[in-house]
């Protein structure tokens, strides 16, 4: 279900291959994927708050995560600006994203870890899929 809702959202399941299409693929990709360790961050540095607890480096790995993911955004806005559509597309997705990964992180962290595998799966699959649309012409 996700996989199909990322295909139609990014417009990969539509018309011909593109490297337009490849970027904007990528780009979409990688503004979901910095949300994951942006929520986890925030929220458990909110509870090392609230126990006056150390964290033991959670926190910090969370957020260079979402740094990192935030990088691979710049690096591929290097090669395409997205426009006024496409950033509303973003805007509303991690808007969606966000809140739903919010709510699944205060009820289970373990399952939102495993989905972040499951997301991390889905990109190199993805950047495969591309490079393969490439190699082919």
């Known amino acids: 279900m996700m996989r199909f809702n990322f295909d139609w959202m990014s417009g990969w399941s539509f018309g011909k291959k593109t490297i337009n299409k490849a970027l904007i693929r990528c780009i979409y990709l990688e503004t979901v994927a910095g949300v994951p ?3 986890a961050g925030m929220l458990r540095h909110l509870q090392s708050l609230r126990r006056v607890e150390r ?3 959670w926190i910090h790995t969370l957020l260079e995560e979402a740094e990192n993911e935030r990088m691979h955004l710049l690096t591929f806005t290097t090669l395409m600006k997205p426009g006024p559509m496409f950033r509303s597309m973003i805007w ?8 739903f990964f919010w709510v699944a992180y ?8 495993r989905l972040v595998g499951y997301l991390e799966e889905t990109a190199t699959a993805s950047y495969t899929k591309v490079l393969e649309c490439i190699d082919s012409g």
């Open 92 to 99: 509303l997705t991690q808007g969606v994203y966000f809140n």
């Open 106 to 113: 205060l009820i289970s962290p373990s399952f939102c870890h």
């Open 37 to 39: 360790g942006s929520v």
């Open 55 to 57: 964290d033991h480096g």
